[in-house]
């Protein structure tokens, strides 16, 4: 969850989470990466994991997974973008993950492969590509520990925003208000300093920002920059 920042007991302030993506990364320097990631104010490492069928694009996989593991101390936020990612939860567990999305558009049983997740050890996490509605998920809302909204179409990074999200966000938020779901809120693609505080206004709990802090001069500054307050 969001950490505490007060101790106030009339007003909890917390702050928003950061997960750099690995994606943006310079893999020619991948341990100085990740040490300035271990360094920074960063909450999790996110990493996007593409085959290059559910999207037009391959990534990485468990050898570069297995590598960063052991340089990286900060949790691992994964991020399947692959076609029957229930294959991989054991491997994904066995490797350290804390947290396991899986696309509500790649899983044909969606409930079992939560729960899978779950009994694997780790966080289950449900994304939703632009197009796909929050409404989709109110028969599993309950049982998940985040809902990953991307603001890109998956595949690629340096996109632009969609600016839909914002209100996609609030919508979200108040179908979590209604369940009484703890589930946090991420959003990936196109997060920089102009988006980001929208989007924490509207409801976001985790920031993933990928272009935006690994290509900057100062990318431990750019972290710092996105741990907003929320109250």
Not at 8 to 13: A, D, H
Not at 182 to 202: F, H, K, Q, Y
Not at 211 to 221: C, E, M, R, T, W
């Given at each position: 969850?969001?950490?505490?920042?007060?101790?106030?007991?009339?007003?909890?302030?917390?702050?928003?989470?950061?997960?750099?993506?690995?994606?943006?990364?310079?893999?020619?320097?991948?341990?100085?990466?990740?040490?300035?990631?271990?360094?920074?104010?960063?909450?999790?490492?996110?990493?996007?994991v593409m085959d290059g069928s559910f999207v037009p694009n391959i990534s990485f996989g468990f050898p570069v997974l297995q590598a960063v593991k052991r340089i990286c101390v900060k949790p691992l936020d994964v991020h399947y973008m692959i076609v029957n990612p229930e294959r991989y939860i054991e491997q994904t567990a066995q490797l350290?993950?804390?947290?396991?999305?899986?696309?509500?558009?790649?899983?044909?049983?969606?409930?079992?492969?939560?729960?899978?997740?779950?009994?694997?050890?780790?966080?289950?996490?449900?994304?939703?590509?632009?197009?796909?509605?929050?409404?989709?998920?109110?028969?599993?809302?309950?049982?998940?520990?985040?809902?990953?909204?991307?603001?890109?179409?998956?595949?690629?990074?340096?996109?632009?925003?969609?600016?839909?999200?914002?209100?996609?966000?609030?919508?979200?938020?108040?179908?979590?208000?209604?369940?009484?779901?703890?589930?946090?809120?991420?959003?990936?693609?196109?997060?920089?300093?102009?988006?980001?505080?929208?989007?924490?206004?509207?409801?976001?709990?985790?920031?993933?920002?990928?272009?935006?802090?690994?290509?900057?001069?100062?990318?431990?500054?750019?972290?710092?920059?996105?741990?907003?307050?929320?109250?």
């Amino acid at each position: 969850m969001p950490q505490l920042i007060a101790t106030n007991p009339e007003i909890v302030t917390m702050k928003t989470l950061v997960s750099p993506s690995l994606l943006a990364a310079d893999f020619t320097d991948l341990r100085g990466q990740m040490e300035m990631i271990n360094r920074s104010e960063a909450d999790w490492l996110h990493c996007d994991v593409m085959d290059g069928s559910f999207v037009p694009n391959i990534s990485f996989g468990f050898p570069v997974l297995q590598a960063v593991k052991r340089i990286c101390v900060k949790p691992l936020d994964v991020h399947y973008m692959i076609v029957n990612p229930e294959r991989y939860i054991e491997q994904t567990a066995q490797l350290g993950a804390m947290m396991m999305s899986v696309h509500y558009e790649a899983c044909t049983h969606l409930d079992r492969t939560i729960h899978e997740i779950h009994m694997a050890g780790m966080k289950a996490g449900v994304v939703l590509n632009p197009s796909t509605p929050v409404h989709l998920l109110q028969e599993v809302i309950e049982d998940v520990d985040m809902v990953l909204l991307m603001s890109v179409n998956p595949g690629f990074g340096g996109q632009h925003f969609i600016e839909n999200t914002i209100s996609k966000v609030q919508r979200l938020r108040a179908m979590l208000a209604n369940c009484g779901s703890s589930a946090l809120i991420e959003v990936d693609g196109g997060v920089n300093g102009e988006t980001a505080p929208r989007l924490v206004r509207a409801g976001v709990d985790v920031l993933v920002s990928g272009s935006y802090v690994f290509g900057d001069k100062d990318p431990l500054a750019r972290i710092r920059e996105l741990k907003y307050e929320k109250v």
